[in-house]
């Protein structure tokens, strides 16, 4: 089986409304659809790289492409585990959780998007939520990082509810314009005291190693 060589795709993470694993191929091709169908307005881009302002079966694809070539490069020492985000069985999103050398750094990243059907119900947070359970539960993470542009209230609103803090802001040219990007961390203690959304974790531990640890949370 798939899960005996590869066995992140045997992880399952589950919140009172949302299941998040990695998807099939119909899954993934469902998941490229969602994309096409628009992620946000069109003269509101909350991504530095402009994938969605190609036409929707470019679009598409990019989503497909992404989704392979991240498992392509895989290492313990550098992954990203790119979840696809499921409401009542329905493709809403995809939540990622990505890590260079968390063994030693013991630090994560996260991005994200959601369907545009699917916004505005607060899946964006509790999704957020369950990676974090698994990088701070699961894996033994001290920080969790993230970003969004500056008028992306929506990703900066989901920061401030889990209790990320400031982490500076960057400067980036896009377009012809300046934009800012807000940098956000949060660290183990603030998840501790922020974490109200219950998740259960399967298949966790076979995927220890392929993530650079080499044993089961000890705290």
């Given at each position: 089986?798939?899960?005996?060589?590869?066995?992140?795709?045997?992880?399952r993470?589950?919140?009172?409304?949302?299941?998040?694993?990695?998807?099939?191929?119909?899954?993934?091709?469902?998941?490229?659809?969602?994309?096409?169908?628009?992620?946000?307005?069109?003269?509101?881009?909350?991504?530095?790289?402009?994938?969605?302002d190609?036409?929707?079966?470019?679009?598409a694809?990019?989503?497909?492409?992404?989704?392979?070539?991240?498992?392509?490069?895989?290492?313990?020492?550098?992954?990203?585990?790119?979840?696809?985000?499921?409401?009542?069985?329905?493709?809403?999103?995809?939540?990622?959780?990505?890590?260079?050398?968390?063994?030693?750094?013991?630090?994560?990243?996260?991005?994200?998007?959601?369907?545009?059907?699917?916004?505005?119900?607060?899946?964006?947070?509790?999704?957020?939520?369950?990676?974090?359970?698994?990088?701070?539960?699961?894996?033994?993470?001290?920080?969790?990082?993230?970003?969004?542009?500056?008028?992306?209230?929506?990703?900066?609103?989901?920061?401030?509810?889990?209790?990320?803090?400031?982490?500076?802001?960057?400067?980036?040219?896009?377009?012809?314009?300046?934009?800012?990007?807000?940098?956000?961390?949060?660290i183990?203690?603030?998840?501790?005291?922020?974490?109200?959304?219950?998740?259960?974790?399967?298949?966790?531990?076979?995927?220890?190693?392929?993530?650079?640890?080499?044993?089961?949370?000890?705290?």
């Amino acid at each position: 089986m798939l899960v005996d060589h590869f066995p992140p795709a045997g992880l399952r993470l589950t919140t009172p409304r949302l299941e998040l694993r990695l998807p099939s191929p119909q899954e993934l091709a469902e998941l490229a659809d969602l994309a096409a169908d628009g992620i946000h307005d069109p003269d509101a881009s909350p991504f530095l790289v402009r994938w969605t302002d190609a036409p929707p079966a470019e679009a598409a694809r990019s989503v497909i492409h992404y989704h392979w070539r991240q498992l392509g490069a895989w290492t313990p020492q550098e992954w990203s585990l790119d979840l696809t985000v499921f409401r009542d069985g329905v493709v809403a999103g995809q939540q990622s959780l990505a890590a260079r050398d968390l063994g030693i750094t013991r630090q994560v990243r996260t991005t994200s998007w959601l369907g545009r059907r699917h916004q505005g119900q607060g899946i964006g947070t509790e999704m957020r939520a369950a990676v974090l359970h698994l990088a701070f539960a699961g894996l033994d993470a001290d920080v969790a990082l993230s970003g969004a542009l500056e008028h992306n209230g929506a990703s900066l609103a989901v920061s401030r509810k889990l209790g990320y803090e400031p982490d500076g802001r960057l400067r980036h040219a896009l377009d012809g314009k300046m934009v800012v990007e807000h940098r956000l961390r949060l660290i183990r203690d603030a998840w501790e005291r922020r974490r109200t959304v219950p998740v259960r974790i399967d298949g966790l531990e076979p995927c220890l190693p392929l993530m650079g640890l080499d044993a089961p949370s000890g705290r």
